[in-house]
T-cell receptor, first 112, second 114 residues
Framework: GESVGLHLPTLSVQEGDNSIINCAYSNSASDYFIWYKQESGKGPQFIIDIRSNMDKRQGQRVTVLLNKTVKHLSLQIAATQPGDSAVYFCAENQGGYNKLIFGAGTRLAVHP | DAGVTQSPTHLIKTRGQQVTLRCSPKSGHDTVSWYQQALGQGPQFIFQYYEEEERQRGNFPDRFSGHQFPNYSSELNVNALLLGDSALYLC?????????????FGDGTRLSIL
């Protein structure tokens, strides 16, 4: 399939380790954030979202942390598996309308 | 429960031609947004349709136009194609155009301009 993120920063982890992917967002008025996973040849897949009135939200094996003071978002993946290998994007919704602004993306490479 | 579906999956055109891409939203969704994703980059917002009207537009020329039908499906049209229009075109659907609702994406149409 098509290769996504040819020149993106890469995070390499061992299978079973925890992964942390970071994202700096641009607009202090943004009030809603989403993490997406994109595999080669596929569209972005929704992982987890968080609203600006929260600092932390947990899903299945994933946790999103939001630091509004420094406009920083992180995605933590517990017990990373080979199937987690993909490009990860954070996206922010700038005020009301469902119009997403995407970050540059990070490639996660999981090694056995 | 069908997710977002897009057609065709791949398309090859030459400069100056026109193209139409199609999208069916996830069941229960009424809002469709279109994004352009160049290789190695994140998706960029083109425009959004709700109640058959364009509600928001990103920084794209008017060669890019769209339409939404009563069944909520949508088309993206691009006229006078340029080499720089080569990209993956993604459709996303959501419930409502206002408020913080998650957008769900299709697998896109890969458009190549020769």
């Amino acid at each position: 399939g098509e290769s996504v993120g040819l020149h993106l920063p890469t995070l390499s982890v061992q299978e079973g380790d925890n992964s942390i992917i970071n994202c700096a967002y641009s607009n202090s008025a943004s009030d809603y954030f989403i993490w997406y996973k994109q595999e080669s040849g596929k569209g972005p897949q929704f992982i987890i979202d968080i609203r600006s009135n929260m600092d932390k939200r947990q899903g299945q094996r994933v946790t999103v942390l939001l630091n509004k003071t420094v406009k920083h978002l992180s995605l933590q993946i517990a017990a990373t598996q080979p199937g987690d290998s993909a490009v990860y994007f954070c996206a922010e919704n700038q005020g009301g309308y469902n119009k997403l602004i995407f970050g540059a993306g990070t490639r996660l490479a999981v090694h056995p | 429960d069908a997710g977002v579906t897009q057609s065709p999956t791949h398309l090859i055109k030459t400069r100056g031609q026109q193209v139409t891409l199609r999208c069916s939203p996830k069941s229960g969704h009424d809002t469709v947004s279109w994004y352009q994703q160049a290789l190695g980059q994140g998706p960029q917002f083109i425009f959004q349709y709700y109640e058959e009207e364009e509600r928001q537009r990103g920084n794209f020329p008017d060669r890019f136009s769209g339409h939404q039908f009563p069944n909520y499906s949508s088309e993206l049209n691009v006229n006078a194609l340029l080499l720089g229009d080569s990209a993956l075109y993604l459709c996303a659907s959501s419930l409502g155009h206002w408020g913080n609702q998650p957008q769900h994406f299709g697998d896109g149409t890969r458009l190549s301009i020769l």
